[in-house]
């Protein structure tokens, strides 16, 4: 039996953790303000992570997460909020030039994915096949679902219905009741994890847990986003419910750090 080993998921825990170092250093420095050592100096450090993890693992929804988590980090730690709109204005010219480059070659299925999350019933066998059989499971369930473990979508018609799109299979078995219950546990996580951030005993404690929180957060955002066809498919799967290896074990760890955090706190 095989092992797949995902670098890019133990690069989210260890980037979350790496710029809670940096940025609780800065910040008790007094220098978070200064453009310096609260943008440009964070980016440089996270660019060769992000090159990394697209060049050998050509991960863009990893990425898009790492960067997500990173800046979250960095609002909270107090950099300016003018600093934040240049960095966006710089960050426009290179999101351009990488859609151009993805507009064709080994990159294009990408903006294939943008037109089937448009449109999918252009391509109702093809490419729009695997987001319709998931808005059908969803559809399927009504109110109270078919009952746990009746699903037909995830026989031979939604692939990928371990991972991906566990949350459709989700939606078929146990209803919208199932799927409100589910998004309520995911919205009481993440409260609970910004009270641990915001009574944790020093920045560093705090930094760290507002990163694990919004990692957690945005993964289960997008991939309910993604199977509700709100936006394109990434690859994202949902914490916690999706079949994996090495992300269960990464967010597992993540919750442990995050408890150890609350234990610690001086929350009550």
């Known amino acids: 039996m095989g092992f797949n080993f995902q670098p890019s998921e133990v690069a989210k825990l260890g980037l979350i953790i790496f710029f809670a170092i940096y940025l609780s250093k800065v910040k008790e420095d007094g220098k978070i303000k200064s453009i310096m050592h609260g943008v440009i100096i964070p980016l440089v450090l996270l660019l060769p992570i992000i090159v990394a993890v697209y060049i050998f693992q050509n991960h863009f929804s990893a990425t898009f997460i790492i960067c997500g988590v990173t800046l979250i980090q960095m609002l909270v730690a107090g950099i300016r909020i003018s600093h934040l709109f240049l960095l966006g204005i710089c960050a426009l010219p290179v999101l351009g030039i990488y859609v151009n480059s993805k507009s064709s ?48 979508q995830k026989y031979l018609y939604l692939p990928e219905p371990q991972n991906d799109f566990i949350f459709a299979v989700l939606a078929e078995e146990l209803g919208y009741t199932g799927c409100l219950a589910v998004i309520i546990l995911f919205i009481v996580f993440v409260w609970r994890g910004i ?74």
């Open 105 to 152: 070659g080994d990159g294009s299925f990408r903006m294939t994915r943008i037109q089937t999350w448009l449109n999918p019933w252009n391509d109702i066998t093809g490419d729009g096949w695997q987001i319709i059989q998931s808005l059908y499971a969803i559809g399927s369930g009504g109110l109270f679902g078919a009952g746990l473990g009746q699903s037909k």
């Open 195 to 268: 009270l641990i951030a915001m009574n944790a005993r020093d920045t560093f404690g705090s930094l760290l847990a507002i990163g694990i929180v919004s990692l957690i957060g945005l993964q289960a955002i997008i991939n309910i986003a993604v199977v509700t066809n709100t936006m394109p498919v990434t690859g994202m799967e949902l914490p916690f419910f999706s079949y994996g290896g090495t992300a269960i074990i990464v967010n597992l760890c993540a919750v442990g750090i995050l408890l150890n955090i609350s234990r610690s706190s001086k929350l009550k």
